[in-house]
């Protein structure tokens, strides 16, 4: 069974462009988490969806969004990127969240903003 | 309020020695699972356990066991003959239903702990 994919791998960007990354989740799995990962604050949850509705929502700003389609696939969007925005950004999909059945991760997409 | 902490910022052991990262958590609710997982210098997370807060069973798979204490909020992992491929950042992590009475649940993550195994 094929694991959670993240595409792209590594992404540079400048300051005040947006950015789109994308995540393929386990076949089956209907549940797609996003969290970014910093030196400065560790892991920290951005959002969940769930049958393409966003069910939960961590303490980001507006610039942050995301979305799911109908075949569980998802996609993040970063508008405005600033400095701070660098990060790694993880993909995890479950069959129904972390209070059903375990996470699985993917590679993560590291994001450079110069 | 949830909170995962992870008092031990980084260890290092010679290989075969035996080793325990600690976790301690907190929240209010009744129901909630504890995970594990490890990161290697790849980036992405492995699963390694699920746990969930009415099964204060110790767990053991292969080298890999863990002691779930509820009395002590503690849910802490040893490696035992430690190996060089078993360096990585450890994470501990809690979910939980939160204010909102979430059904799905998130992660709430510790800081990690950066093991180091040497030959």
């Known amino acids: 069974k094929a694991g959670v994919t993240q595409t792209p791998r590594y992404l540079i960007k400048t300051r005040g462009q947006q950015v789109t990354l994308s995540c393929s989740p386990i076949?089956?799995?209907?549940?797609v988490s996003w969290y970014q990962q910093t030196p400065g604050q560790g892991l920290q949850f951005l959002f969940e969806y769930f049958s393409e509705t966003q069910r939960n929502k961590g303490n980001f700003p507006g610039r942050f969004s995301g979305r799911q389609f109908s075949n569980s696939r998802s996609e993040m969007n970063v508008s405005t990127l600033e400095l701070g925005d660098s990060a790694l950004y993880l993909c995890a999909s479950s069959l129904r969240g972390a209070l059903n059945s375990p996470l699985h991760f993917g590679n993560g997409t590291r994001l450079t903003v110069t | 309020a949830q909170k995962v902490t992870q008092a031990q910022t980084e260890i290092s052991v010679v290989e075969k020695e035996d080793v325990t990262l600690d976790c301690v958590y907190e929240t209010r609710d009744t129901t909630y699972y504890l995970f594990w997982y490890k990161q290697p210098p790849s980036g992405e997370l492995v699963f390694l356990i699920r746990r969930n807060s009415f099964d204060e069973q110790n767990e053991i798979s292969g080298r890999y066991s863990w002691n779930f204490q509820k009395s002590t909020s503690s849910f802490n992992f040893t490696i035992t003959a430690s190996q060089v491929v078993d360096s990585a950042v450890y994470f501990c992590?809690?979910?939980?239903?939160?204010?909102?009475?979430?059904?799905?649940?998130?992660?709430?993550f510790g800081r990690g702990t950066q093991l180091t195994v040497w030959p």
């Open positions: 992590a809690l979910s939980d239903p939160g204010l909102g009475g979430s059904t799905l649940g998130r992660l709430y």
């Open positions: 076949s089956g799995h209907r549940s």
